[in-house]
């Protein structure tokens, strides 16, 4: 029998048996945490208010019988300003989709909780929470080591720095400049300043990440090439679009992708 202490973020709670909930954690020290709170729909003393998405918390753990079981979990943040502002709260929402489908269970990969909890953080504070899940994104890509290289014309090889329309095929990785990209598949208009950008992000470290700004119009679409590029790579629809649908047409997010008319 194996006792254990982490930070954590919740991922997701549903209910387990007749009066357990079975939590699902992006943990510190061992990736993906899946744990068992034994009572916790009987006793609403022992796990108050601890089990909601996106809380930090510290959760202490007992493994028995190839089973984790949720000794005592205790609050740390439960970012209540981000959860009033429907805008951050669906941000949040759907980078934790992602962290859930894409971070290994029972591994221990620090970067990607940093990232996670910063982004929590940076969400709550920044006046463009859009800027934060794009940069998070677009980061979390690379430490997972999922991002296309986009350092130039996957056919003729030219680089990205020597023109200034470029497109991205973001389902298949692909970046195509004016003379090779085929109108008839998804793509999105990138010009050399954010392809610059995103390169300089690969290299800075995470504190320095958010004071990097996208151009206005470049955000939205980023973001629905990032989404596109997971959907098709997970073959997973991600539920919390449905949510950014409702509240970001004003600024050209605009999903699915479409075939032929995305660029602009
Ligand atoms: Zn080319």
Request: proline residues 5%; glycine residues 4%.
């Amino acid at each position: 029998m194996k006792t254990f202490e982490t930070d954590a973020i919740v991922l997701s709670t549903r209910d387990y048996g007749e009066s357990d909930r079975l939590v699902t954690f992006h943990s510190a020290g061992f990736g993906r945490l899946r744990g068992i709170a034994k009572g916790a729909r009987r006793s609403r003393k022992r796990f108050a208010n601890v089990f909601e998405p996106c809380s930090l918390v510290r959760v202490e753990c007992r493994e028995r019988n190839s089973f984790i079981w949720i000794e005592a979990c205790k609050l740390v943040e439960p970012y209540l300003p981000m959860r009033a502002d429907i805008e951050k709260w669906a941000y949040a929402a759907l980078f934790s989709e992602i962290i859930l489908e894409m971070v290994p269970e029972g591994e221990s990969h620090l970067a990607p909780f940093l990232l996670h909890k910063e982004t929590l953080d940076r969400l709550e504070r920044d006046k463009d929470p859009q800027n934060v899940l794009v940069l998070a994104l677009l980061r979390f890509q690379f430490l997972m080591g999922y991002m296309p290289a986009l350092d130039g014309c996957v056919i003729c090889r030219r680089r990205f720095e020597t023109a200034n329309k470029w497109f991205w095929q973001a389902a298949e990785g692909k970046l195509v400049c004016e003379d090779h990209f085929c109108p008839n598949t998804s793509y999105i208009a990138m010009d050399t300043g954010t392809l610059a950008l995103i390169h300089y992000l690969r290299k800075i470290p995470l504190e320095k990440t958010w004071r990097l700004r996208m151009r206005r119009e470049m955000k939205a679409p980023l973001l629905m090439g990032l989404l596109d590029w997971f959907c098709c790579n997970t073959r997973k629809e991600i539920q919390s679009i449905k949510v950014l649908e409702q509240i970001l047409p004003s600024c050209g997010f605009a999903w699915p992708v479409n075939r032929k008319d995305s660029a602009r």
